[in-house]
T-cell receptor, first 114, second 114 residues
Framework: AQSVTQPDIHITVSEGASLELRCNYS??????LFWYVQSPGQGLQLLLK??????LVQGIKGFEAEFKRSQSSFNLRKPSVHWSDAAEYFC????????????FGPGTRLSVLP | KAGVTQTPRYLIKTRGQQVTLSCSPI?????VSWYQQTPGQGLQFLFE???????NKGNFPGRFSGRQFSNSRSEMNVSTLELGDSALYLC?????????????FGPGTRLLVL
């Protein structure tokens, strides 16, 4: 089945440590890829997106993500996590013109230790 | 530009009632999508409107309906509320940027059905 997976339900890191959140998708063609962040009780904020071109994309708040076609992955990274990064992170894909085109992963909750 | 706005932010209803939620997209955006977010099911796509026409629809019962006005504002309606309709309802306005489309989300309406 076509899907978006985020293998880690919950990740805990110490403030200042590096972070990598994993995202894999299973679609025939390369979709458009996104990462969103959601703080408790809030809407989703766009961190970054990949449409084409350079496979390493920079986003807001110091985040970056790398698209790897061979692994069908779009992992989110940050070199040094801040306490304010504690939130839920969603990977999403837009399959273009394939019916319900925008599909979200289940999310990864990030906790940050002081 | 102002972001996506949703009203009301919080609602409490009882079973059997109906509810109408409103969403105003970012100025100039003509596409509006609605999502339901629950702890158990995650983010689920309800429907998308573009230029007053429903363009896509998710797998929700007919009790969930929507519409879009000529100014791109959108409403969604849920009739005969059930306890399971308690959720955060998110609206997103979508715009084409290059080869793909990007969604920007509002803060959501939290609905509690008693």
């Amino acid at each position: 089945a076509q899907s978006v997976t985020q293998p880690d339900i919950h990740i805990t890191v110490s403030e200042g440590a590096s972070l990598e959140l994993r995202c894999n998708y299973s679609y025939g063609a390369t979709p458009y890829l996104f990462w969103y962040v959601q703080s408790p009780g809030q809407g989703l904020q766009l961190l970054l997106k990949y449409f084409s071109g350079d496979t390493l994309v920079q986003g807001i708040k110091g985040f970056e993500a790398e698209f790897k076609r061979s692994q069908s992955s779009f992992n989110l990274r940050k070199p040094s996590v801040h306490w304010s990064d504690a939130a839920e992170y969603f990977c999403a894909v837009d399959r273009g013109n394939y019916g319900q085109n925008f599909v979200f992963g289940p999310g990864t909750r990030l906790s940050v230790l002081p | 530009k102002a972001g996506v706005t949703q009203t009301p932010r919080y609602l409490i209803k009882t079973r059997g009632q109906q509810v109408t939620l409103s969403c105003s997209p970012i100025s100039g955006h003509r596409s509006v999508s609605w999502y339901q977010q629950t702890p158990g099911q995650g983010l689920q796509f309800l429907f998308e409107y573009f230029s007053e026409t429903q363009r896509n629809k998710g797998n929700f019962p007919g009790r969930f309906s929507g519409r879009q006005f000529s100014n791109s504002r959108s409403e969604m309606n849920v009739s005969t509320l059930e306890l399971g309709d308690s959720a955060l309802y998110l609206c997103a306005s979508k715009v084409r940027q290059g080869p793909g489309e990007t969604q920007y989300f509002g803060p959501g309406t939290r609905l509690l059905v008693l």
